[in-house]
C-alpha cells in the first residue's frame, strides 16, 4: 500500500515563499505520475503541478506556471513543490497524490494515492 505524508506547510507572506515536501513509502518508486493538488474553502479540488517518474517530465496548472516548481528525489522517495511569489488565491490545503500514468492534473479523481494534506496560508 502506497503511502503519502506531506510537510511543509505554513503561513507567508504575498510574495513569499515555501517548499511543500511529500514522502512515498510502501512501494518501489518507479513509475508514477506524482502531482500536487489544492482545495481551498468553497473550492472545488485543482491541480497545480505533476510530475511523471520515469522520465522527470512536468505538468502545470497556469495559475502557478513560473511561481511553482515540482521535482523530485528519488533517493529519498520524496517529492517536492517549490512555491515563490505567492499570493493570498494560492492559500489551500495542499494534497500530494500518486497514480499509474499517464499525468493528468484536472482535479485529481484519476488518482488512486493521496496524503493527509498540508495547509497553506497566504497573508496579503
Known amino acids: 500500500q502506497l503511502q503519502l505524508v506531506e510537510s511543509g506547510g505554513g503561513s507567508v507572506q504575498a510574495g513569499g515563499s515555501l517548499r511543500l515536501s511529500c514522502t512515498a513509502s510502501?512501494?518501489?518508486?518507479?513509475?508514477?505520475?506524482m502531482g500536487w493538488f489544492r482545495q481551498a474553502p468553497g473550492k472545488e479540488r485543482e491541480g497545480v503541478a505533476a510530475?511523471?517518474?520515469?522520465?522527470?517530465?512536468?505538468y502545470y496548472a497556469d495559475s502557478v506556471k513560473g511561481r511553482f516548481t515540482i521535482s523530485r528525489d528519488a533517493t529519498k522517495n520524496t517529492l517536492y513543490l517549490q512555491m515563490s511569489s505567492l499570493k493570498p488565491e494560492d492559500a489551500a490545503m495542499y494534497y500530494c497524490?500518486?497514480?499509474?500514468?499517464?499525468?493528468?492534473?484536472?482535479?485529481?479523481?484519476?488518482?488512486?494515492?493521496w496524503g493527509q494534506g498540508t495547509q497553506v496560508t497566504v497573508s496579503s
Open positions: 497524490a500518486a497514480d499509474p500514468p499517464p499525468c493528468t492534473l484536472n482535479n485529481g479523481v484519476e488518482y488512486d494515492y
Open positions: 510502501g512501494y518501489t518508486y518507479s513509475d508514477y505520475c
Open positions: 510530475i511523471y517518474t520515469r522520465g522527470s517530465n512536468t
